[in-house]
């Protein structure tokens, strides 16, 4: 039996004219629209296919200026591994580290005069820089055959948005497929920056230093409408291709198009799920949150790395003896002779992903001034 909602996207799908419809955030709107009462009829007894938690996951997805969290104990995704998460719903949210000549350090490691500026607005723009898989993550990859990673950021304080405030999010998509053989991407084609979805580069403004930034990866069946829809997005493989980018969005379209987006994934595997963490991107907000005493990341320029919550033991007992090379990481012994063979040589219950930050002082306030 059809469904309103797999004939209406499998007319767009025929057609062609999926891609325009998700660019426009009017598009968006009336595709959920149409899928929202799909899946209420689904509700009242007809058969469609429909993955409830799926969809509750990303109707719900980082609401555009949700509070802070505050400074009242640490919090998940702070301290790598003093109690990692396994066989909950929070073992694939990732854990947060940052690279520099110090090392490999936790969150609350990082001191407020380590960022800047002090205080006032900042733009920030980041990509993912390299991509790892432990074994098993691998194995689920190849024999489902279809993957896609989501980046987000999201503002926590409005700003001005054609004339209005508003707050504004940034949101971009790839597809990952396998090569002719099969198998998940060399390990040199798993790169991907936000910018290549979008027309031109983007400055993601931060009022107040402050925001939400959003990582998922997720797997699914190569045959499920999901990967149909990237199919259609992006024709590339053996690579994380470029699919979708919605650049400085108003938070009405942000919000429909997660709920557009939830209703088209059915049953996705993570190996990263991340409900939003709050960033503080100035030396002024790390320290009013508590500086690591609240589920919180500073944002500086430089290089971060994510690891599922379940596998952080697993990576903090050899994280002394590694150090980051060419965003991969390697043994500290590394010769600089075959960088992706040593990457794949350590850690190989472990999945990572590294990502290149830059953070600037915004020239000028982005903020909505305070009426008086």
Known sequence: MSTPRRNFLKDLLVAGTLPALLASPCGVEAATEMLDQAAQSNA????????KETYNYWANYMTPGKPLPGGNGVGRGNKLGLSPISGTALEREPAFLHYDAQGFRTPDQIQPKELAPPQGDVSVQFSVAAFKPANEDRATFEKLQSGSLRVDMVQN??????????FAAWTAIAALMPDKSGKLP???NLVFDPNSTWSKPQDMMLPGGTGHWGISLGVQRK??????????????VGRFAPALGLPGIASSAFTSFNRFFGL???LPQWIFKSDGIAVYATSDSWKESGAGTSRGLPLRTGNYVIVPQKQTAAFQKDMKDLVMRQNFIVEKNYQGLDLYGAAQSVLQNVTYATLAVQVKGSQAPCAVPNKT
């Open 157 to 166: 304080q409005p700003s001005m948005i054609a004339g209005i405030s508003d």
């Open 186 to 188: 060399p390990l040199s």
């Open 223 to 236: 045959d499920g409408l999901f990967s149909q829809i990237l199919n259609q997005l992006s024709t590339e």
């Open 44 to 51: 009242q007894g007809a058969t469609l296919e429909f993955d």
């Open 264 to 266: 088209i994934h059915s």
